[in-house]
T-cell receptor, first 115, second 116 residues
Framework: DTAVSQTPKYLVTQMGNDKSIKCEQNLGHDTMYWYKQDSKKFLKIMFSYNNKELIINETVPNRFSPKSPDKAHLNLHINSLELGDSAVYFC??????????????FGPGTRLTVL | AQKVTQAQTEISVVEKEDVTLDCVYETRDTTYYLFWYKQPPSGELVFLIRRNSFDEQNEISGRYSWNFQKSTSSFNFTITASQVVDSAVYFCALSVYGGATNKLIFGTGTLLAVQP
């Protein structure tokens, strides 16, 4: 009964490849997010979606394409992976408009290593 | 501009000591929330507390307490009688409205090492 789950937990790939990370939440939330944590542990928002609609896109390269098939899922596809994409990617969810500044609950993270 | 500053990069204490983690924030918004998250060595981000900008009451939860002072734009976190299990990176974050959703602006984190 994990609240926010991500797959895979670890991803090791070669430069230039395309990869996807999947996220699912069972909290009944309307809003989902992707955050990136770099090697210095700094966390920064990448995207947010509310009810399948893209709301925040924080100047992320267009090699990153989020997709929300429904409000419980938010996937992240990355094209032409670069060394600098190596990081931990966290998915999160929050209630949405019912509580616009509501608590965000995070998934366990996906550690992406680009060789 | 919105910003969160955690000036303490690393803190090392001996078990049973009290420790305070500092957090200073900047925002021009009048409505905002402040958060603390814990990231243990296993890597997940664990929510600890949320405090809204209109509620300056201090909060205590077991060995944890939080002191919110709008006058100094600070939201400090104290662990009383620290334990080895408290060893983690602690993040302070500011939630600001970003359209139909919010976004968390994180500080750089404080690594707390509790020695036995």
């Amino acid at each position: 009964d994990t609240a926010v789950s991500q797959t895979p937990k670890y991803l090791v790939t070669q430069m230039g490849n395309d990869k996807s990370i999947k996220c699912e939440q069972n909290l009944g939330h309307d809003t989902m997010y992707w955050y990136k944590q770099d090697s210095k542990k700094f966390l920064k928002i990448m995207f947010s979606y509310n009810n399948k609609e893209l709301i925040i896109n924080e100047t992320v390269p267009n090699r990153f394409s989020p997709k929300s098939p429904d409000k419980a899922h938010l996937n992240l596809h990355i094209n032409s992976l670069e060394l600098g994409d190596s990081a931990v990617y966290f998915c999160a969810s929050s209630p949405g408009l019912a509580d616009p500044l509501g608590t965000q609950y995070f998934g366990p993270g996906t550690r992406l290593t680009v060789l | 501009a919105q910003k969160v500053t955690q000036a303490q990069t690393e803190i090392s204490v001996v078990e049973k000591e009290d420790v305070t983690l500092d957090c200073v924030y900047e925002t021009r918004d009048t409505t905002y929330y402040l958060f603390w998250y814990k990231q243990p060595p296993s890597g997940e981000l664990v929510f600890l507390i949320r405090r809204n900008s209109f509620d300056e009451q201090n909060e205590i939860s077991g060995r944890y307490s939080w002191n919110f002072q709008k006058s100094t734009s600070s939201f400090n976190f104290t662990i009383t009688a620290s334990q080895v299990v408290d060893s983690a990176v602690y993040f302070c974050a500011l939630s600001v409205y970003g359209g139909a959703t919010n976004k968390l602006i994180f500080g750089t984190g404080t690594l707390l090492a509790v020695q036995p």
